[in-house]
Antibody, heavy 112, light 112 residues
Framework: QVQLKESGPGLVQPSQTLSLTCTVSGFSLTSYNVHWVRQPPGKGLEWMEKLTYNGDTSYNSALKSRLSISRDTSKNQVFLKMNSLQTDDTGTYYC??????WGQGVMVTVSS | DIVMTQTPLSLSVAIGQSASISCKSSQSLKYSDGKTYLNWVFQSPGQSPKRLIYQVSKLDSGVPDRFSGTGSETDFTLKISRVEAEDLGVYYCCQGSYSPYTFGAGTKLELK
């Protein structure tokens, strides 16, 4: 069964770095693309970054300077790192396999 | 970046009625491989997003045929015939043709 599951800290302090993990099962990261998408409370979806099956990356223009995406294929995990967090980075963060299969999301609150 | 403009942002329908949502992109979504990577994604309250339609008109597995997608180049439409209670929530169009990928603002389908 194809699944994605996000994990990470629920609370991050302003100016700190957010690290999230997307653990996948039922498919290989070397065969499918994985994206990170976020959603501020009560607002719409925002695409953040993509890691292709062959390891290429692409990023949201506005977030590019703060973001990175990587993976560990042996652990079936994709990682998001975003630095210099601010309160408007608060929201639910999802990983998705090519928009088709989505994780349950992880809520991140940026607050001191 | 490609801007995705959805209309209306809110839609009230009675159960059994039909609904139509428009999505316009600021440039053609036809990719160099000849395909158009326009998705429709649905999010019911408190749930993760779910893709309904990909490549303009192809229904994901398990999506009822009450849903249909049409369009080309820059103009796209999602139609729901015979709306059911489970269809209430927010619909997003999402372009996956050109990075950075982008979502529309979302259309909230509510009960009249």
């Amino acid at each position: 069964q194809v699944q994605l599951k996000e994990s990470g800290p629920g609370l991050v302090q302003p100016s700190q770095t957010l690290s999230l993990t997307c653990t996948v099962s039922g498919f290989s990261l070397t065969s499918y693309n994985v994206h990170w998408v976020r959603q501020p409370p009560g607002k719409g979806l925002e695409w953040m970054e993509k890691l292709t099956y062959n390891g290429d990356t692409s990023y949201n223009s506005a977030l590019k300077s703060r973001l990175s995406i990587s993976r560990d294929t042996s652990k079936n995990q994709v990682f998001l790192k975003m630095n210099s967090l601010q309160t408007d980075d608060t929201g639910t963060y999802y990983c998705t396999r090519d928009w088709e299969i989505w994780g349950q999301g992880v809520m991140v609150t940026v607050s001191s | 970046d490609i801007v995705m403009t959805q209309t209306p942002l809110s839609l009230s329908v009675a159960i059994g009625q039909s609904a139509s949502i428009s999505c316009k992109s600021s440039q053609s979504l036809k990719y160099s491989d000849g395909k158009t990577y326009l998705n429709w994604v649905f999010q019911s309250p408190g749930q993760s997003p779910k893709r309904l339609i990909y490549q303009v008109s192809k229904l994901d597995s398990g999506v009822p045929d009450r849903f249909s997608g049409t369009g080309s180049e820059t103009d796209f439409t999602l139609k729901i015939s015979r709306v059911e209670a489970e269809d209430l929530g927010v619909y997003y169009c999402c372009q996956g043709s050109y990075s950075p990928y982008t979502f529309g603002a979302g259309t909230k389908l509510e009960l009249k």
